[in-house]
């Protein structure tokens, strides 16, 4: 069994899709659907359902594709480990990211750890299932970090680091009722239609929570995964949204009010899986993190 078997089958697993797994790889399809198949036989089983709509694990793909991942992540870090001794960080480093992280500035973060390590190749992505997703793929070693908003207990197997945090404010139309108000209490915003992040994402989290501590009904009519347009759908009167203070800006046609007594606290934070140690670039990634925005 080869590292670059192992390399085609997570990539294909990840992707589920062929095409896509070989452009990420940066070779022609049809070298992974030979590599596939050669490493099927090898291992006298097959690792891959496929139909020309989906590819899908078999039991014997599922039950190979964290030890592959495994794998994979302890022959990266040797080869980390060699190239750091010869004088220079080099590898990937596959980092999470919320859909608005303005709470920090990453290009500037990013940019800094380039200058320090230009030799590491920083791949960042997000996911549409929030920060639960991200979550997920660092469990799955999809990802070496990631910035999440995680309120409440830490999920088994993540470790985390408080960055900063947002306060989240109720924001209006600028003719709704509470558009005069300086600030609401909770209770008022009972049978209000709400615009609202997707389930798993941290500022929904948030909401949901207070919500429930003040036993106080709420309802989202419309669920919208960017963060940065919330404020003009308020304005053209799809509800109301709890909103972070720094997405709004200037925001035009809308009033923006304090909830005076509710926990409305949006933290960001680092996360790493605990479940075992980072490769050297997510190390030296987390030492900057700490460094620069502690």
């Given at each position: ?21 070989a452009?990420?790889?940066h070779?022609?399809?049809s ?24 590819v ?5 793909g599922a ?18 480990a060699v ?12 980092l ?10 990453l290009p500037a973060?990013?940019?800094?750890f ?6 590491v ?12 997703g991200?979550?997920?793929?660092l ?11 995680l309120?409440g ?10 960055l900063?945090?947002?306060?989240l404010?109720l924001v ?6 509470l ?21 798993g ?54 009033a923006?009010?304090?909830v005076?007594?509710?926990?409305l ?15 050297t ?14």
């Amino acid at each position: 069994m080869e590292l670059r078997q192992l390399a085609c089958f997570v990539a294909v697993a990840d992707e589920a899709n062929f095409t896509r797994a070989a452009a990420r790889l940066h070779i022609v399809q049809s070298a992974v659907s030979s590599t596939i198949k050669s490493l099927e036989r090898e291992l006298g089983a097959p690792l891959l359902d496929c139909n020309s709509k989906r590819v899908l694990l078999t039991d014997a793909g599922a039950a190979l594709l964290p030890r592959a991942r495994a794998a994979l992540h302890a022959a990266q870090e040797a080869a980390d480990a060699v190239a750091e001794v010869r004088g220079g960080l080099r590898g990937t480093l596959r980092l999470g990211t919320l859909t608005s992280v303005r709470l920090l500035d990453l290009p500037a973060l990013l940019g800094e750890f380039h200058r320090r390590h230009p030799g590491v190749l920083l791949r960042t992505s997000a996911v549409p299932t929030g920060s639960q997703g991200l979550v997920e793929a660092l469990l799955d070693r999809r990802l070496d970090l990631a910035f999440v908003s995680l309120p409440g207990p830490c999920p088994d197997g993540i470790s985390l680091t408080h960055l900063t945090s947002s306060v989240l404010d109720l924001v209006v139309p600028a003719g709704h009722p509470l558009a005069g108000r300086g600030s609401v209490s909770i209770a008022e915003l009972t049978g209000l239609d709400f615009v609202d992040s997707p389930l798993g994402y941290g500022n929904r989290t948030v909401a949901d929570r207070a919500f429930a501590a003040a036993s106080v009904p709420r309802r989202v009519t419309v669920e919208n995964t960017d963060i940065a347009t919330g404020a003009d759908y308020v304005r053209h009167g799809l509800g109301v949204a709890l909103l972070p203070r720094f997405s709004l800006g200037a925001a035009e046609g809308v009033a923006v009010l304090t909830v005076r007594d509710a926990d409305l606290d949006w933290p960001l934070s680092l996360a790493v899986p605990s479940t075992h140690r980072p490769g050297t670039a997510a190390r030296a990634m987390i030492e900057m993190a700490h460094e620069l925005l502690s």
